[in-house]
């Protein structure tokens, strides 16, 4: 079943902080981030994996809560460069090869 | 290569024509997806394989969908009799045996 991503869009300002969600509603083993900028592919920013720590790349982490199947991205002092669609992808056991079921995306504006 | 090679890059289509669409993975890549995205949407899982073994096909919408990978390297999926509701991006991913998949760029496929 496809996770539900919140906000569905929103905009920053340079320098702006956000948050995206990710909720399932069945557990999961793991939630992968992807950035996906228009007429490009998704590109990896991180994997968070069921009894793992909260994970960061840059000014980018996430954390992941098994008990509530959710995962959520945080964005902080946000650049210009942040700017596309953010898709969650889960995975709800470790026995399917990395198949994952992504979110409908959020997409984010960062204005100068 | 360095990265996920999709071919071709975009691909008009006459309704009720065949097509292929290529993906050369990354070299040693146990893994790979395929996956369809319409606009404005995430992409939706159509089916993946382990080396050349077709794991998981339930995403493939119709017995018009068909993928291979018969060396456990390059993949083809291929559409017959094609439809104007098959028009999408198809991306092709690739990962090892576990961690966050490299996606390609993609084939734009539009029926006509």
């Known amino acids: 079943q496809q996770p539900v991503q919140s906000p569905q869009a929103v905009i920053l300002r340079e320098g702006e902080d956000a948050v995206i969600n990710c909720s399932s509603s069945k557990a999961l083993y793991s939630v992968h981030w992807y950035r996906q900028k228009h007429g490009e592919a998704p590109v990896f920013l991180m994997i968070?994996?069921?009894?793992?720590e909260q994970k960061g790349h840059e000014k980018i982490s996430a954390s992941f809560n098994e008990k509530k199947q959710q995962s959520s991205l945080y964005l902080t002092a946000s650049q210009l460069s942040y700017s596309g669609t953010y898709f969650c992808g889960t995975e709800k056991d470790g026995n399917q090869g990395g198949k994952l079921i992504f979110g409908q995306g959020t997409e984010l504006s960062v204005k100068p | 290569g360095a990265g996920v090679s999709q071919s071709p890059r975009y691909k008009v289509a006459k309704r009720g024509q065949d097509v292929a669409l290529r993906c050369d993975p990354i070299s040693g890549h146990v893994s790979l997806f395929w996956y369809q995205q319409a606009l404005g949407q995430g992409p939706e899982f159509l089916t993946y394989?382990?080396?050349?073994?077709?794991?998981?096909k339930s995403g493939l919408p119709s017995d018009r969908f068909f993928a291979e990978r018969p060396e456990g390297s390059v993949s083809t999926l291929k559409i017959q009799r094609t439809q104007q509701e098959d028009s999408a991006v198809y991306l092709c991913?690739?990962?090892?045996?576990?961690?966050?998949?490299?996606f390609g760029s993609g084939t734009r496929l539009t029926v006509v």
């Open positions: 968070l994996l069921k009894g793992g």
């Open positions: 991913a690739s990962s090892p045996k576990s961690g966050g998949y490299t």
């Open positions: 394989f382990q080396n050349e073994a077709q794991l998981d």
